[in-house]
């Protein structure tokens, strides 16, 4: 499959996924309201991560025609989904209020039996930030992705230079 399509897939694959958690874990409002609800407050949050994950697998199918010896989808996929979990996870927290999410409700009260009061209210009160630091994460390991691909790109347009100049 061509990258860009593969990457555009796995991105709406991924914002399906996020709005299907949100769904199921919102028997309280109807799914068009959740939705609604989960659009209004994480918006940036939604397609920020439907467009890192995109981009990932793009890089990662892009280094696989280039023949890249780099280790790019272990690395890269290791470090975008868990920071997309987490930043998925920080995320519902800002729609408790709202209704949505109740599943979540159930989390949070569990949060402090395993980290702590002090921390859990800490990661309440900024899950917001920490989602959106998920996803500067998530752009980050990207974008060290796309300038080892492009080192890697340049070492073999040399060795390929060097070649066609000994034959």
Same mark, same amino acid.
């Given at each position: 499959?061509?990258? #860009?399509?593969?990457?555009?897939?796995?991105?709406?694959? !991924? #914002? =399906?996924?996020?709005?299907?958690?949100? =769904? #199921?874990?919102?028997? $309280?409002?109807?799914?068009? /309201?959740? #939705?609604? $609800?989960?659009?209004? *407050?994480?918006?940036?949050?939604?397609?920020?991560?439907?467009?890192? =994950?995109?981009?990932?697998? +793009?890089?990662?199918?892009?280094?696989?025609? +280039?023949?890249? &010896?780099? /280790?790019?989808?272990?690395?890269? +996929?290791?470090?975008?989904?868990?920071?997309?979990?987490?930043?998925?996870?920080?995320?519902?927290?800002?729609? =408790?209020?709202?209704?949505?999410?109740? %599943? %979540?409700?159930?989390? *949070?009260?569990?949060?402090?039996?395993?980290?702590?009061?002090?921390?859990? $209210?800490?990661?309440?009160?900024?899950?917001?930030?920490?989602?959106?630091?998920?996803?500067?994460?998530?752009?980050? +390991?990207?974008?060290? !992705?796309?300038? &080892?691909?492009? &080192?890697?790109?340049?070492?073999?347009?040399? !060795? &390929? *230079?060097? /070649?066609?100049?000994?034959?």
């Amino acid at each position: 499959m061509r990258p #860009i399509l593969k990457s555009i897939l796995v991105g709406v694959l !991924t #914002i =399906v996924i996020y709005l299907s958690v949100v =769904v #199921i874990t919102t028997p $309280a409002l109807g799914p068009f /309201d959740a #939705i609604n $609800a989960a659009f209004q *407050l994480n918006a940036i949050v939604i397609f920020g991560m439907g467009i890192g =994950v995109g981009l990932q697998i +793009f890089l990662s199918e892009k280094s696989k025609l +280039f023949g890249c &010896k780099l /280790d790019v989808k272990k690395k890269a +996929f290791g470090g975008n989904s868990g920071s997309t979990a987490a930043t998925s996870f920080f995320s519902f927290f800002s729609l =408790v209020p709202l209704g949505c999410c109740g %599943w %979540w409700l159930y989390a *949070l009260s569990l949060l402090p039996s395993v980290v702590g009061t002090g921390v859990s $209210a800490i990661l309440i009160e900024h899950s917001q930030t920490l989602a959106y630091l998920g996803l500067a994460i998530i752009f980050g +390991f990207n974008g060290l !992705t796309a300038l &080892k691909l492009r &080192k890697e790109k340049k070492v073999q347009l040399k !060795t &390929k *230079l060097t /070649d066609s100049q000994i034959n």
